[in-house]
């Protein structure tokens, strides 16, 4: 039986790779999934723009490369066509959504700082894909206001992926499910946080993770009850809840 010191030593020893989210108990079996399914079809751009990515100071923040193959994927599937990021930082998940789309395709990208998507914006201008995207700085809830107001756009998007301010997911949520289309999809990142949604409240956490924890579990419990989507939570990554639309 396991002392709690092993246990630690154990716990501390998980999640060292850069963006590695993963809620995976063992850290091989992660590696595995990375090693057998992700890396060897992972496009170059995108291996590209990982290490890119790796060596910045927040790379925490980055999308892991399961979730970026998972998005890509689910994209194709939907065949989506006209899609929205709300958070982009230095353009991973970005990149394997505008990879996924056909030539006239539309990405609606928003994030605060434009210092980071320049980073990655090379990548993306290299990969033959810049054209499909329309990167807005600033807050993005004025922009969702703008776009709500004007009726033509509700029911335009075919996908919307969330991973930005945790504290705004409800109120983002409000506006999105009026942009989206009927049956299509808003994907809401972080939606596990850590693990922290199950951790007692005199649990040991980072101060931004115990910060957001309760804009997480509202926004989950929210999203159970609303009854004009259907969810699927998913423990890719951070956690990701996909909601479509169904009314």
């Known amino acids: 039986m396991a002392t709690n010191t092993q246990e630690q030593q154990s716990q501390a020893g998980r999640h060292q790779e850069v963006g590695h989210k993963s809620l995976l108990q063992s850290d091989a079996l992660y590696q595995y999934i990375l090693e057998t399914s992700v890396y060897p079809r ?27 193959q998972f998005l890509n994927m689910l994209l194709k599937l939907i065949n989506a066509k006209n899609t929205m990021e709300i958070g982009v930082y230095t353009g991973y998940s970005l990149l394997a959504t505008a990879l996924a789309l056909p ?28 054209h499909k995207i329309e990167f807005k700085e600033g807050p993005a809830m004025p922009v969702l206001d703008q776009l709500v107001e004007d009726e033509k756009n509700h029911g335009s998007y075919d996908f919307i992926f969330v991973d930005a301010d945790k504290d705004n997911y409800i109120n983002y949520h409000e506006r999105l ?44 419990k929210a999203l159970a009850a609303d009854p004009r989507i259907e969810i699927c939570m998913l423990p890719v990554g951070d956690g990701i809840t996909l909601c479509r639309r169904v009314k």
Request: charged share 25%.
């Open 42 to 68: 992972e496009p170059e751009s995108m291996k590209e723009l990982r290490e890119l990515t790796a060596k910045h100071p927040w790379n925490l923040m980055t999308t892991s490369a399961d979730e970026g």
């Open 103 to 130: 030539d006239d395709g539309k990405i609606l990208a928003m994030d605060i700082n434009r210092e980071n998507y320049e980073l990655g914006l090379p990548v993306i201008q290299k990969a033959g894909v810049a």
């Open 177 to 220: 499910i009026k942009l989206v289309k009927v049956g299509g999809l808003i994907g809401y990142d972080n939606t596990l946080w850590n693990g922290s949604v199950v951790a007692p409240p005199d649990a040991p956490l980072r101060k931004y993770v115990r910060y957001y924890r309760d804009f997480v579990l509202e926004l989950n």
